[in-house]
């Protein structure tokens, strides 16, 4: 074999080699030919009369007598050419593991134990086909080879899993500094293609489910750290969701689905929920897995309970319900405090009841809101309002606080903040008490200062009134605008309600881009006009034309320009007037005009209006329409998962809503000595726990029995999942011989 090449020199000025091309010569072409041929006895004869022959040769494209063997899947062949002294392996084990030739794969990894213990764990080098370092076992799973990994991992193969781009452990940075960051880069795309992959995580995890959940949360966080590789990480994480999504479908009972649900591996803390699985894939934003039907059909049956003609009712019906429910608030109450294991108990403790009585309750704390909101106030006097509904009112703001920190000691303060709707509520419940205490300082400032019956148009801007009548405002519009959240239950209202919510995303992004502008024409246009404030000029009509306060400071430039987007601003804001100037006469005025600055008034404001109103705007509006057409694609699972997510709340609160929920029940009184007695006396199987992120909690010890049913269920629905995609590439495969038989079919047809 020759070498066509060039000799240079590195960066030390030491020689080397740039081979170009490899020529065969005609021993080495007839030797491939032979052994393309798969005739042993040809080979055999061949080195017999060729005794100095390179059996290693390469030909230009680095293929040797060996790869063409392993690809050509001549088992008899490849035990032929292993038998030669002077055989190099090279990174053909790879190329017949990719290939899927587990014999001889098997072939070529017990040549390389026989040349050196431990080789064939080695990952190989100078591969023109692999990276660097790329073991067998990480291309048998990049493939997703079943039986090759099984037989990689009893063989003593090991693959670890790769360290996040975000990782800044010692061994992360000392990579980053001294080796190349793209070969690292590389390497880490490889393994986690591997680690990735359905077939190694079932045979390298006692819980595929939780390994594809913890698995799909760090690439997605990848994704967002590493935005030159945004899409490659999303793909991987959303076939790794997509696989623990197939695994939980091939379940075929309830009982199944629930067992895996109730699995508490992999949740930093124990909780009462009966779901422990769900809250987690919730936390790891698995929304295919949370909206597939066998998990739906699961929730919404711990949700209705034994009531299933709620589920049959039309969405009016369900409207309407809330009415009588309202009227029998109290006698619930009663009922569940006096005989907390009642049948009737049981029955208003389910969760779709729970989610009634809070309808009913917050519909009654709306009606207290709107009285008082909407009292006379034309003869108000200073001081806290006297319309009789405060009362009501600061009892429903105190119940609701109460609601919201019990449920934050269930869920723990880092789930439970997590929430956009437990913010919104907290703001909302935040800006009611904040009314009230200025209701208690306007009455103190009555009973110091005293001026109760003074007029409304004398009291000071900042009166304690006027300061609580605008908190109470904000807070009512919240109170009111909180309805939507409950319309995230509805099919056709949730939807248009979970678009609405993506697309504030957009209009968040939209602000910074056009903070940004207006802050930037209102700085420079603040007092460009200053000087001419409040002056008049009389034209010969003898009309006064007055100065417009737009540029004369930062606020009315502000306001200026911000209202002149919804074309409220007149266009004379950018005219500049100069009053009348003394002449030499007596009567007659000059008149002065400063056509410059009023020329770059005009032009400033002129390009405002055009990047804000005709670029910004309609890029905002694009951008919405881009988000609706996305989300709708994939509404189903959006709305589902949100809704799912509404439905935990419920399953998780009191039985009685505020402000019932004040008096305490002996469910609630029995949390808090359990909590005690555990704490004081903890048994073998439990233990009092506390953290700040997730509050006060019972760690509960796994039983073993439910884990070992566990382990047999996983095991089956392995099994089912591997059957079912065997039979689906078998059916893609025969469809394709088909298609091909129909088209040589019609091909024969077209000859004759």
Not at 541 to 565: A, G, H, P, R, Y
Request: include cysteine.
């Amino acid at each position: 074999m020759s070498e066509i090449g060039s000799r240079k020199e590195d960066e030390f000025g030491r020689p080397f080699n740039i081979v170009l091309t490899q020529i065969l010569q005609e021993t080495e072409k007839q030797f491939f030919k032979i052994v393309t041929s798969g005739n042993v006895e040809k080979a055999q004869k061949f080195l017999q009369d060729h005794n100095n022959f390179n059996i290693n040769a390469v030909n230009f494209q680095g293929v040797t007598a060996l790869y063409l063997a392993v690809m050509d899947g001549n088992i008899v062949m490849v035990e032929f050419l292993l038998s030669q002294e002077d055989i190099e392996i090279g990174d053909t084990v790879l190329h017949a593991i990719r290939k899927n030739e587990h014999k001889i794969a098997l072939m070529l990894l017990n040549k390389l134990e026989e040349i050196s213990p431990g080789l064939e764990r080695i990952g190989i080098t100078e591969s023109f086909d692999f990276p660097d370092e790329t073991t067998p076992l990480c291309v048998a799973a990049q493939y997703g080879h079943f039986e090759i990994i099984a037989t990689l991992l009893k063989r003593g193969h090991t693959l670890k899993k790769p360290h996040p781009p975000i990782c800044q452990c010692s061994d992360c940075k000392s990579e980053r500094s001294s080796d190349d960051p793209l070969t690292v880069q590389k390497m880490r795309f490889s393994l986690y293609e591997a680690v990735s992959n359905p077939a190694f995580i079932c045979q390298t995890s006692d819980d595929p489910i939780l390994e594809a959940f913890l698995l799909s949360r760090e690439l997605n966080a990848s994704a967002h750290f590493e935005k030159e590789y945004f899409y490659f990480y999303k793909s991987l994480a959303k076939k790794v969701n997509q696989f623990a999504t197939e695994l939980v479908g091939c379940c075929r009972t309830v009982e199944e689905v629930e067992l895996i649900l109730k699995q508490n591996c992999g949740l930093c803390f124990s909780t009462h929920f009966i779901y422990p699985r769900l809250l987690l894939a919730i936390d790891c934003d698995q929304k295919t897995f949370v909206a597939h039907p066998n998990v739906q059909q699961v929730i919404e049956r711990k949700w209705i309970g034994d009531w299933y003609e709620w589920k049959i009712k039309s969405s009016f019906k369900k409207t309407l319900m809330i009415i009588p429910r309202i009227l029998m608030l109290p006698i619930i109450a009663v009922i569940v405090v006096i005989a907390p294991k009642w049948k009737t108990t049981k029955y208003y403790k389910i969760p779709v009841n729970k989610f009634l009585s809070s309808c009913a309750s917050y519909a009654v704390f709306l009606f207290f809101v709107f009285l008082q909101s909407n009292w006379d106030r034309k003869n108000q006097l200073r001081g806290p309002p006297n319309t009789g509904y405060e009362t009501a009112l600061v009892v429903f703001v105190i119940s609701y606080m109460l609601s919201a920190f019990r449920l934050c000691m269930i869920q723990g303060s880092k789930r439970f903040f997590r929430s956009p709707r437990n913010w919104y509520k907290l703001s909302m419940l935040a800006l009611f008490s904040l009314a009230f205490l200025f209701w208690i300082a306007s009455e103190m400032d009555v009973q110091m200062n005293g001026h109760r019956d003074l007029q409304r148009k004398y009291w000071h801007e900042f009166d304690p009134t006027l300061i609580a009548e605008g908190i109470f405002c904000i807070a009512t519009i919240m109170a009111f605008f909180k309805l939507l959240f409950v319309c995230q239950l509805d099919y056709h209202l949730g939807h248009l309600q979970i678009s609405l919510g993506k697309m504030v995303t957009d209009v968040a992004k939209f602000m910074i881009i056009f903070s940004i502008i207006i802050m930037s024409f209102t700085i420079g246009l603040a007092k460009f006009y200053q000087y001419y404030e409040g002056m008049v000029l009389i034209d010969d009509s003898e009309i006064k034309v007055q100065q417009v306060d737009s540029f004369v400071s930062f606020m009315s430039t502000l306001k200026t320009l911000f209202w002149s987007i919804f074309c409220l601003s007149a266009i004379e804001s950018a005219d500049v007037i100069i009053e009348n100037l003394p002449s030499e006469s007596e009567n007659g005025t000059i008149v002065n005009k400063h056509t410059f600055t009023e020329f770059i008034g005009y032009i400033s404001f002129a390009t405002f209006e055009f990047i804000s109103v005709i670029v910004v705007l309609n890029m905002l509006i694009a951008c919405m329409a881009n988000t609706f057409t996305r989300v709708t694609e994939n509404i189903g699972v959006e709305w589902t998962f949100a809704r799912t997510e509404l439905y935990i709340d419920f399953m998780e609160q009191t039985t009685l809503p505020p402000p019932f929920n004040l008096f305490p029940t002996p469910g609630g009184i029995h949390s808090v000595v359990e909590y005690i007695k555990v704490l004081v006396r903890p048994p073998s199987n439990k233990c009092a726990r506390w953290s700040i992120k997730h509050c006060c909690y019972i760690e509960e010890m796994d039983s073993g029995k439910n884990r070992k049913e566990f382990q047999v269920i996983m095991s089956q629905l392995i099994l089912r999942y591997f059957k079912k995609k065997e039979t689906e590439t078998t059916a893609s495969e025969v469809d394709g011989l088909r298609k091909e038989m129909q088209e040589l079919r019609s091909l024969l047809r077209h000859h004759k």
